[in-house]
């Protein structure tokens, strides 16, 4: 859970992810990378968010669509949300991701998705944050999205049950 990060893996996170704000535009900019590095690593991906399972994921129609922006956009919110409830609200925060993974089994998102949006969150990172994007920063944040969307299964296998 959530709630079992240690103080030192919370702050490399949350440190890492203002850097990733300082850009400019940085919820396009960001999105647009991570639905890319999800949609190559899981095409089936492409039709849950209402594209065609064979869209270029390089085409400057998709990129460039509003619906592609929208989500992308979207995801960095959610993803702001979450990170700024890291540590003094992390139960609450618990509660909310396992609600906002009952939600996407209406969705139709599977478990076996959430390994690849982990992958794509990894490349966005290391594509932004180029050098500053160390090591011990890459395990901070591979250990907070194991947590993450683990209450997020969670919540999936209490709607299907």
Known sequence: ???????????HVLESWEK????KNYETVAGSILF??????APQAKVLFGFPIDADTDSSELLTSKRFLMHAGYMIEMLDTALAMLGPDSELLTEIMQDLGAKHVRYGVKADLFPAMGEALIATLECTLEDQFTETIKQSWEQTYKELSDDMIRGQSSTTK
């Open 1 to 11: 859970m959530v709630r079992e990060l240690s103080y030192t893996t919370i702050a």
């Open 20 to 23: 990733l704000r300082r850009i």
């Open 36 to 41: 890319r590095q999800l949609f190559k690593r």
